[in-house]
């Protein structure tokens, strides 16, 4: 192709958005399309992520790494924006951002590109104002195309904005989950166990409020025998840490970091429990969904009801309500029917809906940009 496909993405956190990111961009590089990816992590964290997310041969990453000890989002939303504006200065093609969207956005019109960009979080959540709404509004309605990854996303971004938004889902590769779900290792903390094994995977953040989950456990081991493994790096690791010892949890809860196969350690579990204060269309619900697995989630805007089609496909509970998780943990029964048919029907939902290549959609939309 004669034109650049400019990816912006500055942060990478080790989420499932990278794993849709990569994969879309991976899968570009491969039909000849030129892929620019300008990001601030350095090589060594690029690195980490190519254990499980390789990036293509022809994919030219650009970093914008000055200090690697940065951590401020911010800071490395602006230190990107200034790498991206001069390279589209002089390269002309179409800017897909995928995080940070206003700088990118500004960027495209002062240097007159395209630009297409993902909405991850849902308007409800950041939207608290007439300033704030009136000022995505504009921005937003700035961009060329809108990307959301769910229907109720799509209806957010309707309803708070005015705007019309594209659904583009994320990729699912079955087999691959399968597959890696199936390695054998080591781990008698949930082998060895006889009791309800609980897991919980994501950042370490006041966002996936695994505090939440933690308070509800620390009720439930008094009346079930109970194990919970938590899978995942960030700023809250400290918090969480702290309440474990507190509570004298150390014998019934684990917190690793992140790792490139979650789903090794899903394979051994009962159940999935999702906490967050909101998402944008939780790609570990897919994952687990796609391993057969009992998905119990925070009822949060948005995503986990729709993948859940509210309630066939799982179990929901009141965002922040640790007793009514609580309450949900302790009468559970995985081998009643009721909770088989839950499991079918997300496995169905997910398979039916999602793809394990992204990109013919996203061909579609950049030829008529």
């Known amino acids: 192709m004669t034109f650049n496909l400019n990816f912006y993405y500055p942060s990478i956190e080790g989420g499932g958005l990278e794993k849709n990111l990569f994969s879309l961009i ?63 200065l002089t390269q002309k093609g179409i ?3 995928f995080q940070g969207n206003v700088l990118p956005i500004i960027i495209a019109k002062i240097t007159n590109n395209k630009i297409i960009i993902r909405c991850n979080t849902a308007p409800s959540k950041y939207v608290d104002g007439l300033i704030k709404k009136f ?14 990854t769910s229907n109720d996303f799509k209806k957010e971004i309707k309803k708070y904005f005015g705007l019309t938004s594209i659904v583009h889902r994320q990729t699912l590769d079955i087999n691959k ?27 370490l953040t006041h966002q996936k409020d695994q505090m939440t989950l933690l308070k509800a456990f620390a009720k439930l081991i008094k009346f079930r ?37 979650p ?23 897919l994952e687990v ?19 859940l089609q509210s309630g066939r496909g799982g179990i929901l509970f009141k965002v922040g309500d640790y007793n009514q998780l609580f309450l949900i943990l302790k009468k559970i029964d995985i081998k009643k029917k009721s909770m ?29 940009i």
């Open 26 to 88: 991976n899968s570009l590089s491969e039909k000849k399309y030129k892929i620019n990816f300008i990001t601030y992590e350095d090589n060594t964290k690029l690195k980490k992520f190519n254990e499980n997310f390789y990036f293509h041969k022809n994919i030219n990453v650009i970093t914008s790494c000055i200090l690697p000890n940065i951590k401020h989002r911010y800071i490395k939303y602006i230190l990107c924006s200034i790498r991206l504006f001069f390279l589209v």
């Open 95 to 97: 800017i897909v951002s």
């Open 135 to 148: 000022f995505f509004k504009y921005f937003y309605s700035l961009s060329d195309i809108i990307l959301v």
């Open 177 to 203: 989950i399968n597959k890696k779900s199936k390695i054998r290792f080591n781990f008698n903390f949930f082998k060895k166990f006889n009791g309800l094994k609980i897991i919980n995977i994501g950042r």
């Open 225 to 261: 025998r109970a194990r919970l493994l938590l899978i995942g790096n960030g700023d809250d690791k400290t918090n969480l840490v702290e309440f474990v010892n507190n509570n004298k949890l150390n014998e019934h809860v684990k917190i690793i970091s992140f790792t490139s196969n």
């Open 263 to 285: 789903f090794k350690y899903i394979s051994l579990s009962d159940i999935k429990v999702l906490s967050s204060r909101h998402e944008g269309n939780p790609n570990i619900l």
């Open 289 to 307: 969904a796609s391993l057969k697995k009992l998905i119990i989630s925070s009822n949060c805007k948005v995503g986990p009801s729709e993948i």
């Open 340 to 368: 088989k048919n839950k499991i079918k029907n997300s496995y169905v939902y997910v398979k039916t809906n999602f793809k394990k290549d992204i990109s013919p959609l996203f061909i579609n939309l950049i030829k008529n």
